[in-house]
């Protein structure tokens, strides 16, 4: 493991009686993608510009390479950003946007212009670097943007929602080119965003932030497969959540019962109690469908309320005899065996090991 | 179609007849600063520049336009200084009692000249400042102060406020980031109030009449020869100090036009 860049060490972020950071506790290793994701409000973004020096914390320390920075003005770290809102210089031509922060730093302007060429051409803009920003599409102010940050050479690299404003179709060709830049370079990425598909599509890591809060934190396969918590598992969505009571434990696994029937579950490392309140999910695609009664295992018999389509995968909305919800994500060839339509019942079934027991907090 | 049509027609007339009513006494005035005969009465007499060549051969109207040149020029620039200023403080800084402060700001235009021109005289003549030509150029600060601040206000609103932070967060301390974000962003408007201003000046009467003491100025000196007799010697400084007055609102708004057609690509 890497050693860490940034700590964050009981940071707090309290703006007069609203809390806008509870207390943070993590650490950003050198080298990786890190995405920070939650809904709005969930204090992602000032996490980002504390990191910046654009908000202090009210407690708690933040070190960059072991330098406490809590006192360092903006102006004086090295951590560029790059804005939701670009924040490019209007007055400015493309080129002198990206010579802006060297501008800033004294560096001289034979050397500037001849940095600012290389990161124009290295982003694919070179030939726009005389145009004024207000003539360039979205896609390409975008690439100003970025190249106006990485020109700085930083270590790290602040992303605050920077695809949000992006036709879809850009959007990911721009996590492309994210992710081959951050390789390439091996600068540390750390990107704020409330959009699932791009953090997992790119992140090493993920933090999920609910109020202010840490939900989870993990690679993206382990934050979708092993929500710590329901309110990861609600965020990440396209999972299937069931309240109970545990009945028995036997050894590696027990029994669950809930309004919609009794099932089986994996313990994990989750300390389970008879009598007590568990519950868990099961993700969306690993539950399957079926016109006959499963034998044995883990079913549900429910009726289909509707179906979306998203390219080739249909997730189908279910509902059980009790009125409690359930999704099934499926390739739309797999469904069309099945010829079914708004109103039909159909049994529902997954594998033991496909349940996941979340951590009551 | 053909009601927005005949509605467009007699909105035509209303606009003609309002540029009508304001500019038809300076298009006479210019009409008879032209004209031979003393006074003013139709038939016109023959076409004639002698009016102008009598002005220009009157030391008192020289110094009178370089007085004015001076106080309007200084005017402009203090003047948009301090609208500056105060514009860039309400964007940036949030504090007790801002309300009152912009409130306070903004109540010298809403004082009638007489009472303002007055007050003006009594007190620097308590500091022993009055009389002078710097006397006119304080007056004419304050007065138009306001309008500097409205006019930059408005360009700072139209600002990401990201801009600022963003300047930061790319090594620029709080003053470069002043002479290299802030300022050429304000440019256009900065031009604009100092074109704005100037006018302003240049042709405001009771202040300066006030306070000018020896040190008169173009609107004052025609005020001085119309109590005396009358001259058609005003009719061409009027048409000359119009006619700066006018380019110079003109340009003010051709920097506020431009400026606004950018906004809309930003």
């Not at chain 1, 809904?39 to 070190?63: D, N, Y």
């Not at chain 1, 207000?134 to 390409?140: A, F, I």
């Not at chain 1, 389509?309 to 005899?321: I, R």
């Not at chain 2, 001085?224 to 400084?237: H, L, M, R, T, W």
Request: glycine share 6%.
């Amino acid at each position: 493991m890497s050693k860490p860049l940034v700590v964050f060490d009981k940071v707090q972020k309290h703006f007069g009686n609203f809390v806008a950071v509870k207390e943070l506790d993590f650490e950003i290793r050198e080298g990786e993608f890190l995405a920070i994701m939650g809904p709005s409000g969930c204090g992602k973004t000032t996490t980002l510009r504390m990191l910046a020096g654009l908000e202090a914390p009210t407690h708690g320390e933040i070190r960059l390479n072991d330098r406490v920075m809590n006192d360092v003005a903006p102006h004086e770290r090295d951590t560029p950003l790059v804005w939701q809102s670009l924040a490019l210089f209007p007055f400015l031509t493309a080129r002198e946007n990206v010579e802006f922060g060297l501008k800033m730093r004294g560096v001289d302007k034979a050397e500037r212009k001849e940095r600012a060429i290389k990161w124009l051409d290295k982003m694919g803009i070179l030939e726009f670097e005389n145009r004024h920003i207000s003539t360039l599409s979205g896609g390409q102010k975008q690439r100003v943007a970025l190249a106006r940050s990485l020109v700085m050479e930083p270590q790290i690299l602040l992303l605050d929602e920077p695809l949000s404003a992006l036709d879809a179709h850009l959007v990911i060709r721009m996590q492309a080119v994210l992710t081959d830049l951050q390789r390439e370079l091996g600068i540390t990425f750390v990107y704020v965003t409330h959009s699932q598909s791009e953090a997992f599509a790119m992140a090493d890591r993920v933090i999920i932030m609910g109020k202010g809060e840490i939900g989870q934190i993990g690679t993206p396969k382990e934050i979708y497969r092993a929500p710590a918590n329901q309110f990861v598992a609600e965020f990440v969505g396209r999972n299937n959540i069931l309240a109970g009571k545990v009945k028995s434990v036997d050894g590696g696994t027990a029994r669950i019962t809930t309004t919609s029937g009794e099932f089986t579950v994996p313990t994990n490392e989750v300390q389970l109690v008879e009598d007590h309140n568990a519950s868990f999910v099961i993700s969306a695609d690993l539950v399957h469908i079926a016109s006959e009664e499963p034998v044995g295992g883990n079913k549900a018999y429910c009726k289909l309320i509707s179906e979306e389509f998203v390219g080739s995968m249909v997730t189908l909305f279910l509902e059980d005899a009790q009125g409690h919800e359930f999704k099934v994500q499926m390739q739309e060839r797999e469904l069309s065996k099945f010829d079914l339509h708004s109103g039909d019942e159909i049994w529902l079934s997954w594998d033991t090991q496909s349940a996941h027991v979340l951590n009551e907090s | 179609m053909k009601q927005s049509r005949s509605l467009n027609f007699i909105l035509g007339i209303y606009v003609v007849l309002i540029f009508a009513f304001v500019f038809a006494p300076i298009i006479f005035s210019m009409i008879f600063s032209f004209n031979s005969q003393r006074f003013p009465t139709i038939p016109l007499g023959e076409f004639s520049t002698e009016w102008y060549a009598k002005v220009l051969a009157d030391p008192d109207i020289w110094k009178a336009a370089r007085n004015s040149l001076i106080v309007s020029c200084s005017t402009a620039v203090i003047a948009t200084f301090l609208g500056f200023c105060t514009a860039y403080s309400d964007f940036r800084y949030n504090f007790r009692f801002k309300g009152p402060y912009l409130a306070l700001i903004l109540l010298p235009p809403t004082i009638p000249l007489i009472i303002m021109a007055l007050a003006m005289l009594a007190w620097l003549s308590k500091i022993g400042m009055s009389g002078q030509l710097y006397s006119i150029i304080i007056a004419h600060s304050v007065l138009t102060a306001p309008f500097a601040m409205a006019v930059i206000r408005l360009r700072l609103n139209q600002m990401d406020p990201d801009l600022e932070s963003a300047a930061w967060n790319l090594g620029g301390s709080e003053w470069q980031t002043m002479r290299h974000v802030i300022v050429p962003f304000c440019k256009p408007a900065i031009f604009s109030s100092l074109f704005l201003t100037a006018a302003v000046s240049f042709d405001e009467f009771a202040v300066s009449w006030f306070v000018s003491g020896l040190n008169s100025t173009l609107p004052v000196v025609v005020l001085e020869i119309v109590q005396g007799n009358i001259d058609p010697q005003v009719n061409a400084i009027g048409t000359f100090v119009f006619l700066t007055s006018m380019t110079l609102v003109v340009l003010a708004q051709l920097f506020f036009a431009s400026r606004q057609i950018k906004g809309l690509h930003a």
